[in-house]
């Protein structure tokens, strides 16, 4: 399972990568633009569900040698990488 998790994310990237090559980067995907507060909402509504199941890494933790130091940075960890990478998809998605 793994495995094939690994794989998709790869697959994202790489057409992240294609689409970044072929277009050209501009800012205007964080621009508020005429939506104003509605907009905005929207986005944070998408964004905070993106982040739903992050804890999941804090239950193998019963596991590991030094738990109290594992779980916390595996936490912390899982938001910054998932939130970078998140960030990244969806720009290249928007400007594509």
């Known amino acids: 399972m793994l495995s094939i998790e690994f794989l998709s994310i790869m697959l994202l990237i790489i057409v992240a990568m294609v689409i970044l090559k072929k277009q050209p980067s501009s800012a205007v995907p964080f621009q508020v633009g005429s939506v104003g507060i509605n907009g905005i909402s929207q986005g944070l509504v998408f964004g905070v569900v993106t982040f739903i199941g992050f804890e999941a ?31 990244f998809v969806s720009y290249a998605q928007t400007i594509g």
């Open 57 to 87: 890494a804090a239950s193998p933790g019963e596991e590991s040698r030094n738990a109290v130091r594992d779980v916390p940075f595996a936490i912390v960890a899982t938001v910054l990488i998932g939130g970078a990478f998140f960030t």
